[in-house]
């Protein structure tokens, strides 16, 4: 299942990082998880929340630049190679990967979750399904 | 009057010089011109010495283009005979002053008489019609009230024409959106940048401004692609109207539904474009600096003044009807020009280029540094929610692109730093497009 990722677009200066963060928090809104992207001059701060919708609100409201994405969650074996079958798989069903990062609150029994963006979610889904990738829905990912 | 195929509105007679023949209109100019050169001589010392030592007087004035032997006048001597050694009437006559906020050191003070007002009022009200305002209209005045031009001059003008007037005057955006809307206002004057400010303020608290349909937009300089942004942005038609405090402020000249050139009201404000080195009068189409002689002014005449603006003359008449002759619309100012590693940069020309990439709001500032001996320039542009991507290399790409979009028209590689929305500094007033850190 696709999963809605926020971004937020920082400028390279102190306290960028911080501000989203406390509105999130004054919000009552928890960052499941998140990565950051960073260059010489800006940053793109991506993350991914329950309730995304709400979450773009308060940022607008706070006067921020917020995109919403759609990502993949994929399963991955929590042990060494795991990452790599799973990639293989990727590779082979011909998808460019834009970029990963892990999902490290759904690591459970073995199995880890890391967040793709591929630049074409739909099509990646069902090649993914197609290799035998298992795809995560949100419940799984927030289940502990 | 049937020349008249302005938008709906209806004729105003105040207008009715805008569409005299072109020799009826020469023949006014002529003896207006020959009666404010005596006045000067009489009145203006300053102007009484420059004309003695040209061995002119004021009968020399036989025709229309004798006016190129005229001596000039410059910004620097409304400064030099601060406050009051350009008036021509004496204080009794005198009914208001304006001042200009000069930067350095004094500012420069404008004085009228009641004919002057008069005057004043009058070009401001064909400016409006220009712009398809009438009476029912409800204007929104957010030019600046106080020794300001801007703010007064487009209020009385808006009274004379029987429009509604509503005198918010500057600043306080929440407030002037709760207007906006609440009164149902149908124009407003107030600067380009300021407007879009407005507009993007009015879209996030989902202010309805859906009966707003005229914007009077002057007091800076900006281009058309603003133009065409703001039109599309807002649904309205924005005009660019043009003056200055040393020749009356707002009211000099206007665009017309047409919006190509702004009319100059050529009955009271005689143009000429000369070249700035020379001081040689250019022929219509040749680029050059304004000039303005007022031909009716009576507390503060100014003969041939150097309004460093860089224009030039439509020569053909406009398909408004309106004889009047046009300026092309001024998207430089002389004073706003800077220079960086010998190329001349007018912010309007930066203004240009990025507006020519796609999904970028004109919201920009320009720093200039020197770091070790070599002069850098750096242009901050707002990203924007329809510019913003979660990809690096996108947004990567859209300063690449904004970085060659400048070279294109500049010649010269800047810097190009994306910032985030709202970070830039809003101007209630005229913005202020360059940081100059360079301290030449």
Known sequence: MKLQQLSLFLENRPGQLHEPCEALAAAGIDLLTMSLADTSNFGILRFIVRDPEAAKEVLEEAGMVVRMTEVVPVEVDNKPGGLARALAAIEAAGLGVEYMYDFGAASRGGKAAII????????????????????????????K | MSTWNDPPGGFHPISAPDYLPRAQLAGIQLQRLQSVVSLAYDRQALFRRRM??????????????????????????????????LFASPMEEIVRLHASSGTTGKPIVVAYTQADLDVWAEVMVRTFVACGLHRGDVIQNAYGYGLFTGGLGAHYGAEALGATVIPISGGNTERQLMVMQDFGVTAICCTPSYFLHLIESAKEMKIDFSKLRVGVFGAEPWSDSMRDRIQHDSGIRAYDIYGLSEIIGPGVGVECFEQRGLHIFEDHFYPEIIDSETGEVLPDGTEGELVLTTLSKQAMPMIRYRTRDVTSMVSEQCACGRTLRRIHRIGRRSDDMFIIRGVNVF???????????????????????REVGLDQMEVKVEVTPEAFSDEIRKLEALQHQLEASIENILGIRVKITLVGPRSLARSEGKAKRVTDLRNL
């Open chain 1, 116 to 143: 793709f963006r591929f630049e074409n979610p739909d099509v990646a889904l069902a090649a993914l399904r197609a290799a035998g990738v298992r795809v995560l829905a949100m419940e799984e990912l927030l289940a």
């Open chain 2, 347 to 369: 912010p309007s020309q930066v203004e240009t280029a990025l507006l020519r990439v796609e999904g970028t709001l004109p919201h920009y500032q320009i720093v200039l540094t």
């Open chain 2, 52 to 85: 003695d030592e040209r061995g002119l007087a004021p009968d020399s004035i036989t025709s229309l283009t004798d006016i190129a032997k005229l001596p000039f006048t410059v910004k620097a001597d409304l400064r030099d005979t601060y406050p009051f050694g």
